[in-house]
């Protein structure tokens, strides 16, 4: 049993495999938090601290910690909840009236039952345990028994106490081809918030929170929790005056409003949450593998060649069959055709929406293509973006109301683009029957679905920025019922929707726009603290690369790229017969290792060197992968020294290196470590190692 219970009913004690979190329930029936950390044996020993007005500036509600602060009283803090009655009463008074506990198969789910005192409004608080991944999921749900309706102002999914100042605030920000820069700033007094208003959830900053105090990537404590949300998020970090930091998470409560009709309810979204005493490896090796285990789809994701960089708009039946087989012989599984293919899409200014095959460029149909793709035993792959609609489209004259617009405005138009107002149920239904159609009309395996400009002007309805989202998760989740073999990539102009939520709705995430093998070893980093490496798509693009002009050794973009689930994006028609061969040799090579890679456990090793080397290691079971890459060899050209993690210490590992095979302990390859040297500008190099049977 997971949930602990005190003898007087009033302490909950949740146990994973190595940390515990607790609250109680005083004796005014507030919900108030007790501890998160190591774990704790016994419910028994907690004791509720009595409540005592400090002064009359610091009342109780003020520094009471509660498990979901409401907005009413004597609060002046974060509210998790704040809502107006139909009377006009914007003030909530929760009264606990009991618990249950549900078993599922991996998971053990405490439900607190909150009721305010003279509403028939109920708050329920969940908190879901998955002991062996040493993690919890928090959420809340709404339920209005009124007989008038409800509005929801504001809504976080949880508050979190962490019983220290002076922690390390640590998220990415970034934007478009940047993001994931990932950033670590003291926690002071104030407050420090991130949010996105954008419709997406993540450019600019990631939809989670890492506090720590000082910790390594293998020592000291670490808070972390990440929300299950696409769309609009915000979250606030606050050190208190009364020797705490306090975190929230959830949905933006910027321009949303949202309404519960008597015998409605509202879900929050949930945060997955854990506590690490042993660094960031820990906090990443869990989320890593309860993603895997229990949002991700099964199996390993294919190696794709994507046509995008290749010929952009210029798309046409010949030349992709061409670029087809070229894929096909470079070992490429996946043909993704990529924007262009539809309509009169020529350029950004026309065609989305209008979803019928473009007769010019593919004269005998989509199946010549299709059909060339499958000759090869590849897997057939197109790209979307049902949300939008250009306004020359044939489908913005025939529906000019369908898009998000005030009547009475000019809606603003971005990559000459509209958002539609997929919440209207003709505008869902037409998006679903568009792709039900083109799944069930073609061989396709595999749907890229891009959204490539935020969302504004959402009209009078102010619950969109929440139900937007969710009705993408609708779609996709009803396609996926109706084509269960079909795997579905979510893109938003590169690396705009990952997150929690996604996670467990499409099956391959882009990760950025940026293919610079360089920036992406930046991006990838701060990427793998959350995100499992499975769900990151990397490929090896053209140089002198798009956006930052540099030109780097095919080898290095290979090696940055087979980091994740490999893709390639050059105009392989121009490549020389050496690049054919290096990159035959590559994706045989990420073939053998894949399931370390997108299966394994990923470690972000330690770079003792003067030398700037960025060094990861992937282990499943005795296959390992070492990657060592040095982007700029400084003055003494120094090399380094690897101390692998993981290892089985008493084992004898084959390490393959260049210079051929060594065999070392699993204690020296920890402890002492592996010199490597690379030199030169650009310079990696992969190491395959195992531990024989
Ligand atoms: C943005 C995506 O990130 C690119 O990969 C590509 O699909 C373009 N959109 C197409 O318009």
Redesign the pocket.
């Known amino acids: 049993m997971s949930i602990a219970i005190s003898t007087n009913k009033d302490v909950f004690l949740l146990n994973t495999k190595s940390t515990s979190y607790a609250f109680g329930i005083d004796d005014q029936g507030l919900v108030r938090h007790l501890y998160w950390g190591k774990k704790l044996p016994s419910a028994e020993e907690f004791e509720m601290p009595q409540l005592t007005e400090v002064s009359t500036n610091d009342p109780v509600y003020e520094i009471t910690r509660e498990e979901f602060p409401v907005y009413g009283g004597l609060r002046y803090k974060e509210h998790c909840l704040k809502a107006t009655f139909a009377d006009g009463t914007r003030e909530l008074v929760y009264q606990y009236c009991g618990y249950d506990v549900e078993q599922g198969d991996a998971c053990e789910e405490l439900i607190l039952h909150l009721r305010d005192a003279h509403y028939d409004l109920l708050l329920d608080l969940h908190y879901k345990l998955y002991p062996d991944y040493d993690l919890m999921e928090r959420s809340v749900v709404v339920k209005n028994q009124m007989e008038e309706p409800l509005q929801i102002e504001k809504i976080h999914s949880a508050q979190f106490h962490i019983p220290y100042e002076n922690l390390n605030f640590s998220n990415v920000h970034g934007h478009w081809g940047a993001e994931q820069q990932r950033f670590v700033q003291k926690v002071s007094y104030g407050k420090v918030v991130i949010e996105n208003r954008r419709g997406i959830s993540s450019h600019n900053h990631n939809p989670y929170f890492i506090l720590d105090r000082d910790a390594t990537e293998t020592t000291g404590e670490v808070y972390f929790g990440a929300l299950r949300l696409t769309g609009n998020f915000s979250g606030v970090v606050e050190q208190t005056p009364y020797g705490e930091t306090l975190v929230q998470m959830g949905l933006n409560s910027h321009d949303c409003l949202l309404t519960l009709q008597p015998g409605e309810s509202f879900t929050a979204p949930a945060i997955l949450c854990g506590y690490s005493d042993s660094g960031f490896e820990t906090m990443s090796h869990n989320l890593h593998r309860f993603a895997r285990e229990n949002l991700m789809g099964e199996g390993l994701r294919p190696v794709l060649y994507?046509s995008?960089?290749a010929t952009?708009?210029h798309v046409n039946s010949r030349d992709q069959v061409k670029l087809a087989q070229k894929a096909a012989e470079l070992g490429a599984e996946l043909f993704v055709l990529?924007?262009?293919w539809f309509g009169e899409r020529h350029s950004?200014q026309n065609g989305l929406g209008d979803w019928y095959v473009n007769e010019g460029k593919f004269p005998n149909g989509l199946e010549e293509l299709i059909d060339a793709v499958k000759e090869q035993n590849m897997m057939f792959g197109i790209?979307v973006?049902p949300e939008m609609v250009n306004p020359k489209a044939q489908l913005y004259q025939d529906h000019p109301d369908w898009i998000y617009h005030y009547e009475t405005r000019v809606t603003d138009t971005s990559r000459v683009q509209y958002v539609l107002n997929i919440t209207k149920p003709e505008v869902k239904e037409f998006i679903y029957d568009m792709l039900d159609d083109l799944l069930t009309r073609y061989d396709i395996d595999y749907i890229?679905w891009?959204a490539?400009r935020p969302i504004s002007q959402t009209g009078p309805q102010r619950d969109v920025w929440y139900k937007h989202i969710q009705t993408v998760y609708e779609i996709v989740t009803e396609l996926k019922k109706k084509h269960p073999k079909v795997l579905f990539e979510a893109?938003?102009?590169?690396g705009g929707r990952i997150d929690y939520g996604i996670l467990g709705i499409f099956d391959d995430f882009?990760t950025?726009?940026n293919t610079d093998a360089c920036d992406r070893l930046y991006i990838q980093d701060a990427y793998s603290r959350i995100y499992p490496i499975k769900a990151m798509r990397a490929w090896v693009t053209d140089c002198p690369n798009f956006l930052s002009q540099r030109v780097i050794p095919l080898t290095f973009r290979y090696h940055s790229a087979m980091m994740g689930s490999l893709g390639v994006?050059c105009n392989i028609l121009k490549f020389t017969p050496e690049e054919t061969e290096l990159s035959q040799k590559m994706i045989r090579q990420y073939k053998e290792i894949r399931p370390i890679i997108q299966e394994g456990t990923f470690y972000r090793l330690e770079n003792p060197s003067a030398n700037q080397y960025f060094l990861y290691e992937y282990l499943k079971e005795d296959l390992g992968v070492l990657f060592a890459f040095l982007p700029q060899s400084k003055v003494g050209h120094r090399g380094t020294t690897v101390r692998l993690r993981g290892l089985d210490e008493a084992a004898a590992y084959v390490l393959h290196t260049s210079k051929g095979d060594i065999v070392k302990s699993g204690s020296y390859l920890m402890y002492h470590g592996l010199e490597i040297r690379l030199t030169g500008d650009y310079a990696s190099a992969i190491i395959r190692f195992e531990k024989p049977q």
């Open positions: 994507n995008w960089e952009e708009f990529d924007d262009g950004i790209w973006e890229k891009d490539n893109c938003a102009s590169g882009w950025s726009d994006g």
